[in-house]
């Protein structure tokens, strides 16, 4: 199993524009998940999904976009690049949103916004 | 969410046992206590988790109140490796999302 993937691995935006991060799982997880990391701070939770065609709001979900086409995958959208999204950002997927399953996570996308 | 209570950094020297420390007064009776840890430059990692009992696995052990009212990672012997930020976190059996805290950032002495 490749487990949970994520690319690019880093990218540089301009203030505006629009770009898709990647995330996908081969691990057939149903709870899939994007958190951001800035640095020095923990991990906030920007939208999860808990089954294909289900996604919902985390802590911090305003300027991203996200869909569950298909278990396997959970692309997060930037909509219009703000330097305030600069961050570190990582996917996570889990076998079920219930039960005390563990969270396998991606290795990150870092991503400057200029 | 409940929430928990850790230090914000810890020191220890290298083959010594560490024990980091997690306050979680207001646990629920379904809540588990899960403990992750992130290496530098990395995405966290699963280390271990508990309800009630005592746990041990390959990587640490989960040492619980018996008031389940706090806990501590027992990390046997450190190694540089070891040296990460944990995290403890209260997650319920019914649905929830994981909510990291800022962690305890261990530093593992040579």
């Known amino acids: 199993n490749a487990g949970v993937t994520q690319t690019p691995k880093f990218q540089v935006l301009k203030t505006g524009q629009s770009m898709t991060l990647q995330c996908a799982q081969d691990m057939n997880h149903e709870y899939m998940s994007w958190y951001r990391q800035d640095p020095g701070m923990g991990l906030r939770l920007i939208h999860y999904s808990v089954g294909a065609g289900i996604t919902d709001q985390g802590e911090v979900p305003n300027g991203y976009n996200v869909s569950r086409s298909t278990t396997e995958d959970f692309p997060l959208r930037l909509l219009s690049a703000a330097p305030s999204q600069t961050s570190v950002y990582f996917c996570?997927?889990?076998?079920?949103?219930?039960?005390?399953?563990?969270?396998?996570f991606g290795p990150g996308t870092r991503l400057t916004v200029t | 969410d409940a929430k928990t209570t850790q230090p914000n950094s810890m020191e220890s020297n290298e083959e010594e046992p560490v024990h980091l420390p997690c306050n979680h007064s207001t646990i629920s009776g379904t809540d588990y206590i899960h403990w992750y840890r992130q290496l530098p430059s990395q995405g966290p990692e699963y280390v271990i988790h508990?309800?009630?009992s005592n746990v041990n696995n390959r990587m640490a052990s989960l040492a619980i109140a018996e008031d389940r009212k706090s806990s501590t990672l027992i990390l046997h012997r450190a190694t540089l490796r070891d040296a990460a930020v944990y995290y403890c976190?209260?997650?319920?059996?019914?649905?929830?999302?994981?909510?990291f805290g800022p962690g305890t950032r261990l530093s593992v002495l040579p």
């Open positions: 996570a997927s889990s076998y079920s949103f219930r039960g005390p399953y563990e969270q396998y």
């Open positions: 508990g309800l009630t």
């Open positions: 976190i209260l997650r319920d059996n019914y649905g929830q999302n994981f909510v």
